[in-house]
């Protein structure tokens, strides 16, 4: 049993060392514009590590299988099958790193399935490189090829049988939770994934630290080939139906703020649909003080597509989520990255698991420089909550991070998703009988408390804070049929707002990101699906949601929802429902064919 395990930690450990030295070939080949010390190629091997792992033990699976059969079955076929094996797996490594290497500097993410594209169209892929190019990259396949398999094969085998063969064929198979554990990436919600390894402002560092073998298998199911087409008209009549519906400039905008400048924090409340303020009454409140946008709609109804939305004003996707495509939402616009350019600090708060459906990758991406998480935290807080650090602590430390500052100081802006108004709705106080509608009288309260400290501050003169939430939920009537199911609160309050308004415009939560940077004098036009709907171009106000495989649409004539699957209208309060209809399938049409484009390269 010795020499079994003897010779998977050893196999465990070639393959993580090979993948540790694919990191620096990497980053020294594509070193060319891209600079780093020798601090940040430690970096990368430490952040990476977690990736590697978990792959390694993807790739350890067979010969586990095979040490287990082993105990019963010892002939010659079992050493044929891992020399095979050991093939097998020295072609596709050194061929992930030669492609993974070789295509970065042409498409500037890391290698996925989008790459099997060119295999169609073989003769144009060779005409767009040397002849002396691909010659000297195949040398590099052929002989990294042999080489790893030499090393794979110089591993020795057991030579003997254990006296209890079933006694050690069963502790062997107590390794299987190890593997369970070590491949989905721990016991948290958040399974392994692309996005957790990123830790630095620099692209190219987060790229170096993505292991390429496991990012292109994870890459399949998010592929651009299965994001769902939705040909409803011919491209030149779908331009037609979107004329003018996503003006991305600001033309007299009517002024909300004291000042261009001013500091800033957006709150996205975990599910806080609007038909749920009945028990917040502090949000209630904040609504008479600040600005409130009082016919405001979410555009979807998850967080991952919630947070996208919000912060770089892009659509959602019936059966598709931005977030988990890191090729993609990399390259999106961002509120932070935009105000960063004018000198703001930026700083995220979470106090879930940031690597859940690669949250990570899109924050640091979108330009928020300083990510506070579950991981800041301490074990008893980690554990306050079913999906992390419950409302109360992280608001707090979010009150904290603002009075740090000097109220004269640089410019800053603060993002922050609550947690605890999420199922299994679990929060230390009662006082609603019903389990869902107190999780956010909870989370009223904890809003109540965090506004009323900072009034007390000298920062509250020049801060604006935004409380909007990434989604809202389906509860009671209220499902995705109804109309008042998406409809979502946002209001922005603080010393830096002039007076209370109330906007009645309809819009989405897209909107946000164009309607702030109008408000701060800023241009927008890179958020081309975000509205500022305090300029006199907003002409047609609307508002656009989807679900899983339907959407819907709102303006002033109504209401209609659009099963996908069955193709037909669910829903039809309208007075026009047939141009609604067509209206909203037009903006999906271009909002999908524009993501599909998005990162897409040309042929290296």
């Keep these: 049993m010795r020499q079994r395990l003897l010779y998977l930690g050893k196999f465990f450990l070639l393959t993580a060392v090979l993948f540790i030295a694919a990191k620096v070939v990497f980053m020294l080949a594509n070193a060319e514009g891209h600079a780093f010390s020798a601090s940040d190629v430690v970096s990368v091997i430490t952040h990476g590590l977690s990736l590697d792992l978990s792959t390694t033990l993807y790739l350890l699976i067979i010969p586990f299988l095979v040490t287990v059969v082993s105990y019963w079955w010892d002939g010659k076929v079992l050493v044929k099958i891992l020399r095979v094996y050991y093939c097998l797996i020295a072609i596709a490594l050194i061929m992930a790193f030669v492609a993974d290497t070789s295509l970065y500097p042409f498409w500037g993410f890391k290698l996925d399935a989008s790459c099997l594209q060119y295999l169609e169209t073989p003769a144009e892929a060779r005409a767009s490189v040397s002849g002396p190019y691909l010659t000297i990259r195949l040398v590099i396949i052929i002989v990294g090829a042999v080489l790893i398999y030499l090393l794979y094969h110089r591993i020795p085998l057991w030579k003997k049988q254990p006296a209890n063969r079933n006694g050690s064929a069963l502790t062997n198979l107590l390794l299987i939770p190890v593997f369970i554990i070590g491949i989905r990436g721990g016991l948290d919600e958040s399974t392994t994934n ?187 807080e980690q554990s306050s909550a079913k999906w992390g650090v419950r409302d109360e602590i992280t608001f707090n430390t979010l009150y904290e991070q603002i009075v740090a500052l000097p109220a004269d100081s640089s410019r800053y802006l603060f993002g922050f998703s609550t947690l605890s108004s999420h199922e299994p709705w679990d929060v230390p106080v009662k006082r609603v009988s019903h389990e869902i509608p107190n999780a956010f009288y909870y989370l009223d309260q904890c809003i109540g408390n965090f506004i009323n400290r900072l009034k007390a501050t000298p920062q509250w003169d020049n801060l604006l804070v935004i409380f909007l939430p990434d989604h809202s939920i389906d509860f009671g009537p209220y499902d995705e049929t109804v109309q008042q199911r998406n409809k979502i609160p946002m209001i922005w309050v603080g010393g830096a707002v002039r007076r209370h308004r109330t906007i009645t415009a309809l819009c989405n939560q897209t909107d946000l990101a164009a309607t702030l940077l109008g408000q701060l004098q800023l241009p927008h036009e890179a958020f081309t699906w975000s509205r500022d709907v305090l300029s006199t171009n907003y002409r047609y106000p609307f508002a656009v949601h989807n679900y899983n495989n339907g959407f819907s649409l709102t303006d002033s004539t109504g209401f209609i929802v659009y099963d996908l699957e069955s193709s037909r209208r669910v829903t039809a309060k309208s007075s026009d429902p047939d141009r609604l209809e067509r209206l909203g399938k037009a903006i999906l049409q271009a909002t999908t064919a524009d993501l599909k484009a998005m990162g897409e390269p040309n042929t290296p």
């Design 194 to 380: 692309v996005g957790q390894v990123y830790f630095s402002q620099n692209q190219f560092l987060n790229h170096a630290a993505v292991n390429p073998v496991f990012s292109f298998i994870s890459s399949f199911e998010k592929t651009a080939s299965n994001i769902v087409d939705y040909d409803y008209f011919p491209p030149a009549e779908c331009d037609t139906l979107m004329a003018g519906l996503y003006p991305t400039t600001s033309v007299d905008t009517d002024t909300l703020l004291r000042t261009p400048r001013p500091n800033i924090v957006i709150v996205l409340m975990e599910s806080a649909g609007d038909f749920l303020t009945p028990v917040m009454p502090n949000l209630r409140r904040l609504r008479k003080e600040g600005i409130d946008f009082a016919n405001c709609y979410g555009n979807t109804w998850r967080t991952d597509r919630g947070t996208v939305c919000t912060y770089s004003g892009y659509p959602s996707f019936p059966t598709s989520s931005v977030m988990k495509m890191p090729k993609k939402s990399n390259l999106l616009p961002g509120i932070a990255a935009t105000l960063r350019e004018q000198g703001y600090k930026t700083s995220y708060l979470y106090g879930g698991d940031i690597n859940f459906t690669n949250m990570r990758s899109y924050l640091v991406a979108s330009g928020w420089e300083k990510l506070t998480w579950k991981a800041d935290y301490s074990a008893k």
